[in-house]
Nanobody, 129 residues
Framework: QVHLVESGGGLVQPGDSLKLSCAAS????????IGWFRQAPGKEREGISC?????????YYADSVKDRFTISRDNARDTVNLQMNNLKPEDTAIYYC?????????????????????WGQGTQVTVSS
């Protein structure tokens, strides 16, 4: 069983930055497509970014985070990170990482949430002055 663990959440002010990390102990994340999702209070969970598992490592960003968030792999630590800059109050949510197992994903933006096999427990991000 794969267990994903998110870290790096916290309470920050508008305009601040945070870096979230996704790690797993049973698999090498570098081989799999990883997505970041978030769920705000009273809202449905939304996909905000992902990185594909092919050699190109194609990425996807939702319009709401484009140009502010950056997804990347840290191969040395075997983590997938989400650098979040210029945070806004509307970014407040629980952030989850998830993994698509068993297949090579070349364009992760085409996959919906139901196609992610493994999920972390989430980390809270609160943006407030």
């Amino acid at each position: 069983q794969v267990h994903l663990v998110e870290s790096g959440g916290g309470l920050v002010q508008p305009g601040d930055s945070l870096k979230l990390s996704c790690a797993a102990s049973e698999v090498t994340l570098n081989y799999y497509a990883i997505g970041w999702f978030r769920q705000a209070p009273g809202k449905e969970r939304e996909g905000i970014s992902c990185i594909s598992s092919d050699v190109d490592g194609n990425t996807y960003y939702a319009d709401s985070v484009k140009d502010r968030f950056t997804i990347s792999r840290d191969n040395a630590r075997d983590t997938v990170n989400l650098q979040m800059n210029n945070l806004k109050p509307e970014d407040t949510a629980i952030y989850y990482c998830a993994m698509i197992g068993d297949i090579v994903v070349t364009s992760c933006g085409q996959y919906n949430q139901n196609e992610y096999n493994y999920w972390g427990q989430g980390t809270q991000v609160t943006v407030s002055s």
